[in-house]
Nanobody, 117 residues
């Protein structure tokens, strides 16, 4: 069982930066692949970025490539999303998720990120 709690969201102007954090419970955090998803109003939840258990492999959606950076600190049971050059279209509720096998089994409650133009 893994419990995930996001923090760091808020309101920022276009072009600004935010860092999202995801704190995880449990002693086996490094066994889970992790990801950030986001869901804008009226849209489906989409993957933003993923990171392997060791942190050695990452993936980014084309829409955030070059602007966002995903990272994790297994010693602190934490994952991060550094978001730079934010755009209004980045406005969404952001979720962290933990994967074991082929499914994202555990989800945080979500945190709002709003980018004003």
């Amino acid at each position: 069982q893994v419990q995930l709690v996001e923090s760091g969201g808020g309101l920022v102007q276009a072009g600004g930066s935010l860092i999202l954090s995801c704190a995880a419970s449990g002693r086996t955090f490094s066994e889970y692949g992790m990801a950030w998803f986001r869901q804008a109003p009226g849209k489906e939840r989409d993957v933003v970025a993923t990171i392997s258990g060791s942190g050695g492999t990452t993936y980014y959606a084309d829409s955030v490539k070059g602007r966002f950076t995903i990272s994790r600190d297994n010693a602190k049971n934490a994952m991060y999303l550094q978001m730079n050059a934010l755009k209004p279209e980045d406005t969404a509720v952001y979720y962290c998720a933990a994967r074991k096998g082929n499914s994202y089994m555990y989800w945080g409650q979500g945190i709002q990120v709003t980018v004003s133009s």
